[in-house]
């Protein structure tokens, strides 16, 4: 399967430690995004890593991909309740294929 | 607001009646998706356009879903004689043409209720 899968399904901090979701897949990428949804909407997307890259940051987040363990992990430091989300990846092939294909999400809780 | 847009929000029908749903992309993105989210899921892809040329379909797409993009803008998603197991957020998403690193946006989603 394409899917990625994260790890962990849940996960409760208290406000201002760090969260660490990780995402495992099976199949060559083209590129690997990080997604948010709060409870009821919309996705939004977060950062995007490609294949070639090690790690990537954006403000508190931090990405980093290991393709020869195809897994890639989302660090969001100084957490807020505001992070209060579900967590998704995505992948995409690295076929000419344009779709990605979402994991089942890490629903993390933001403790205060 | 530019962002995409989906319409109804919600939905309550009975089971047996037939449902459309329409998503309104951001105007330069050439691309539009349909995915399907259950609870505690993640979304699964159902279909996919280029302009108005409909490229791709998931094995999740009966017969009973049929997806439009006649002018290349605005999409419709009719699923048919609904069932209960079509109770989902049906999530749209549109990006510029196709490029490795395309992002998707998405809109808020249409939640089905079937009763």
């Known amino acids: 399967s394409q899917q990625g899968e994260e790890d962990p399904q849940a996960l409760s901090i208290q406000e201002g430690e760090n969260a660490t979701m990780n995402c495992s897949y099976k199949?060559?990428?083209?590129?690997l995004q990080w997604y948010r949804q709060n409870s009821g909407r919309g996705l939004v997307h977060l950062i995007l890593?490609?294949?070639?890259?090690r790690e990537k940051h954006s403000g508190r987040l931090r990405v980093t991909l290991d393709t020869s363990k195809k897994s890639s992990s989302l660090l969001i430091t100084a957490s807020r309740a505001a992070d209060t989300a579900s967590y998704f990846c995505?992948?995409?092939?690295?076929?000419?294929?344009?779709?990605?294909?979402f994991g089942k999400g890490t629903r993390l809780h933001i403790l205060p | 607001d530019t962002g995409v847009s989906q319409d109804p929000r919600h939905k309550i029908t009975k089971r047996g009646q037939n449902v459309t749903f329409r998503c309104d992309p951001i105007?330069?993105?050439?691309?539009l998706y349909w995915y399907r989210q259950t609870l505690g899921q993640g979304p699964e892809f159902l279909t996919y356009?280029?302009?108005?040329?409909?490229?791709?379909k998931s094995r999740l797409l009966s017969d009973r879903f049929s997806a439009e993009r006649p002018k290349g803008s605005f999409s419709t998603l009719e699923i048919q004689r609904t069932e209960q197991g079509d109770s989902a957020m049906y999530l749209c998403?549109?990006?510029?043409?196709?490029?490795?690193?395309?992002?998707?946006?998405f809109g808020p989603g249409t939640r089905l209720t079937v009763l």
């Open positions: 995505a992948i995409r092939g690295s076929n000419r294929d344009d779709k990605i294909i």
């Open positions: 199949t060559s990428i083209n590129n």
């Open positions: 890593i490609r294949s070639n890259e």
């Open positions: 105007s330069e993105h050439n691309r």
């Open positions: 356009f280029q302009n108005e040329a409909q490229l791709e």
């Open positions: 998403a549109s990006s510029r043409t196709s490029g490795s690193d395309n992002e998707q946006f």
